[in-house]
Structure formats: C-alpha cells, structure tokens
Antibody, heavy 121, light 107 residues
Framework: QVQLQESGPGLVKPSETLSLMCSVS??????????WGWIRQPPGKGLEWIGS???????YYNPSLKSRVTMSRDTSKNQFSLKLTSLSAADTAVYYC?????????????WGQGALVTVSS | DIQMTQSPSSLSASVGDRVTISCRAS??????LNWYQQIPGKAPKLLIY???NLQSGVPSRFSGSGSETDFTLTISSLQPEDFATYYC?????????FGQGTKLEIK
C-alpha cells in the first residue's frame, strides 16, 4: 500500500518561501507509471491542483501559481518537494501530496494526510 | 481553464435514501472525470475514475455516469459514513480542476 507523508513548517511569514517535502513508502517515485503532485485546500474551501512531477523530472504547474512554484524530486530518498515563493495570507491552506495517475487517467489515488500551512507575521 | 460546476452545493438526506450529485464541465472532457469523498479533517478519497469506474475498495452503492460535459455521482442507499463533501475533478487537460464541492448532510 502506497503511503505519502508531508513535512514542513506550519507557520511561514508573508513574502517568505514555503518548502514542503513528501516522503513516499510502498511505491517508487522512479516508476514511469505515475506522476507525483501537490494539491491545496484553504480552510473551509475547495481543492486546487498546484502541479505534478514525473519520474523524469518533467513538471506541470497550474498557470495561476507557475511563477511562484518549483517542484523537484530526490529518487534516492523516494521524496519529492514543493517550493512556493512570495507567500501571502491567500496561501494559507492544507497542502496535500498525492500520487497522480497521469496518462492512465485514474485520478489522484493516494493522498498524504495533509499539512496545514499558515502564512502570518 | 476548464470550469467544473457541481449541483447542488448542499444536500440533506436520510439514511437509506438514493442521492444524485451532478457535475458539469465548461467544455467536452470525454470521460476524464473523477469523484472524491472528503470527511471533515481528512484527505479526500478517490471513489470513481474516468466517469464510471469504481476505485478498488469502494462500496458498490457508489456509481458514476456521464460523458462530455454532464456527469452524475449516485449513492444508491445512503449509509451513516457517507455524510461528507463530494468533489468532481477533470483530468482531461491541465490545469486539473475541481468542482466547488457538494456537502451531503443528515436530514
């Protein structure tokens, strides 16, 4: 069974950069069958896809965030990460890492438990 | 971006009821539509992929249908654990987008 676990700071100051890590167990991020992604959910609101990264390192970002987002992966540690710059209060959300089935069109089938990130001075 | 619109936004129903939630896409997305269930404080859970395929381990009372722009999630007989928020999501084209959610509450 694939498991994902987010880690990172719970509180970040405005204008700073958020760095989150997702550790994957029970499956390899080096598999060419899947992408690995990030989705966020502001408190009491809906879901927003941030982007996904393929085993090759190719990335796909939401244009609404593209100028501020960088995703990378460390295959030796089976982890992938998210950096989001120039934070504002609007970036306060629960951040989920997910397995993205990509071109098999089977949805986001595994999710981390989520990490609440609050942007506040 | 492809806009996803769910209806209703909220719904009250009783245990044993049959419930239908609709999702409309702003353009043809063929069958590339998924449904998720989110219980408060938990991560969303995939229920249905490519419009009508039941994810492994999901009870058969859940079903999905539709194509092009109009899709439906049906719960044939509501159970207490089904009271949650449901989201549709298109993966036809990036950026992947979600509906605003339908909150299913106990009557």
């Amino acid at each position: 069974q694939v498991q994902l676990q987010e880690s990172g700071p719970g509180l970040v100051k405005p204008s700073e950069t958020l760095s989150l890590m997702c550790s994957v167990s029970g499956g390899s991020i080096s598999s060419n069958r899947y992408y690995w992604g990030w989705i966020r959910q502001p408190p009491g609101k809906g879901l927003e896809w941030i982007g996904s990264i393929y085993y090759s390192g190719s990335t796909y970002y939401n244009p609404s965030l593209k100028s501020r987002v960088t995703m990378s992966r460390d295959t030796s540690k089976n982890q992938f990460s998210l950096k989001l710059t120039s934070l504002s209060a609007a970036d306060t959300a629960v951040y989920y890492c997910v397995r993205d089935s990509g071109s098999s069109y089977m949805g986001f089938d595994f999710w981390g438990q989520g990490a609440l990130v609050t942007v506040s001075s | 971006d492809i806009q996803m619109t769910q209806s209703p936004s909220s719904l009250s129903a009783s245990v044993g009821d049959r419930v239908t939630i609709s999702c409309r896409a702003s353009q043809d997305i063929e069958v590339y539509l998924n449904w998720y269930q989110q219980i408060p404080g938990k991560a969303p859970k995939l229920l249905i992929y490519t419009a009508s395929n039941l994810q492994s381990g999901v009870p058969s009372r859940f079903s999905g249908s539709g194509s092009e722009t109009d899709f439906t999630l049906t719960i044939s007989s509501l159970q207490p654990e089904d009271f949650a928020t449901y989201y549709c999501q298109q993966n036809y084209r990036t950026p992947y987008t979600f509906g605003q959610g339908t909150k299913l509450e106990i009557k």
